[in-house]
């Protein structure tokens, strides 16, 4: 990763634990469970920023300018596909954290199936 994905982290890591701390003033008579929960809420933030920040990181997101043996095969007949232009997925990550991804889109020229790789 480079140092402003990892100073992003460290940023949001540092808010989230500054938010469990002032929830956790607000909430003196919170049982362990509910402190548990609020915590696992708070930290999927910061587990969803960094799987989309990881995934974006990869190289293999990026196809379409590589060679026709280097891109990613059809799942059906295994042609290597042709490339569409890059598409948006949107992801849930735990606690319903919406992860998005950006990737190259391709479809088959064999059998026409639309595949967005790599899965």
């Not at 003033?25 to 708070?42: G, L, M, N, Y």
């Not at 990881?54 to 290597?80: D, F």
Request: with cysteine; aromatic share 6%.
């Amino acid at each position: 990763m480079d140092k402003a994905t990892e100073e992003h982290w460290r940023e949001l890591s540092e808010q989230i634990l500054t938010d469990i701390q002032e929830w956790r003033r607000t909430h003196p008579k919170a049982t362990f469970r509910e402190i548990e929960d609020e915590v696992h809420e708070r930290m999927s933030r910061l587990e969803a920023q960094v799987l989309q920040d990881a995934a974006q990181a990869s190289k293999s997101r990026e196809w379409s300018g590589t060679a026709m043996q280097e891109r990613p095969k059809c799942p059906v007949c295994q042609t290597p596909l042709q490339a569409r232009g890059q598409r948006i997925r949107k992801l849930q990550g735990a606690q319903g954290q919406e992860v998005t991804l950006t990737r190259d889109y391709g479809t088959c020229p064999n059998c026409g199936a639309g595949v967005f790789p790599p899965r």
